[in-house]
C-alpha cells in the first residue's frame, strides 16, 4: 500500500528556515515524481516544488524560486524540501505527493498526483 508521510513542519520567525520531509513506504520511489503542495487558509492547493523520479528534473513555484530546494534519496525513500527565508505568507500546510514518473510535467499542479500525504503544518510568524 503505497503511503507517504510528512514531517519537520513547525513554527518559525520570518527570515528562518525549516527542512520538510516526506517518507514513503509500499511502493518504489524511483518510480515515481515527488511534489511538495501547500494550502494556505483560505486558499487554493498550489504547487510548490516537483522532483522527477530520478531528481534530474525539478520545478518551482517563482514564489519559491531561489529560497526553496528540493531533493530526494531513493535509497532512504525520502524526499525533503529544504526552505530558507521563509516569509509569513510561506505559511500554510504543506504536502507531499506521488505521480508515476512517466506522467510527470514542470507544471507541478496538484490535480495531476493522485497520491497524497496528510500535510504538516509550516507557519512563519514574528
Known amino acids: 500500500q503505497l503511503q507517504l508521510v510528512e514531517s519537520g513542519g513547525g513554527s518559525v520567525q520570518p527570515g528562518g528556515s525549516l527542512r520538510v520531509s516526506c517518507a514513503a513506504s509500499?511502493?518504489?520511489?524511483?518510480?515515481?515524481?515527488i511534489g511538495w503542495f501547500r494550502r494556505a487558509p483560505g486558499k487554493e492547493r498550489e504547487g510548490v516544488s516537483c522532483?522527477?523520479?530520478?531528481?534530474?528534473?525539478?520545478s518551482y513555484a517563482d514564489s519559491v524560486k531561489g529560497r526553496f530546494t528540493i531533493s530526494r534519496d531513493n535509497a532512504k525513500n525520502t524526499v525533503s524540501l529544504q526552505m530558507n527565508s521563509l516569509k509569513p505568507e510561506d505559511t500554510a500546510v504543506y504536502y507531499c505527493?506521488?505521480?508515476?514518473?512517466?506522467?510527470?510535467?514542470?507544471?507541478?499542479?496538484?490535480?495531476?498526483?493522485?497520491?497524497w500525504g496528510q500535510g504538516t503544518q509550516v507557519t512563519v510568524s514574528s
Open positions: 505527493a506521488a505521480l508515476e514518473e512517466r506522467y510527470y510535467s514542470h507544471r507541478c499542479h496538484p490535480g495531476e498526483y493522485p497520491y
Open positions: 509500499g511502493f518504489t520511489l524511483g518510480h515515481y515524481a
Open positions: 522532483i522527477s523520479g530520478d531528481g534530474g528534473a525539478t
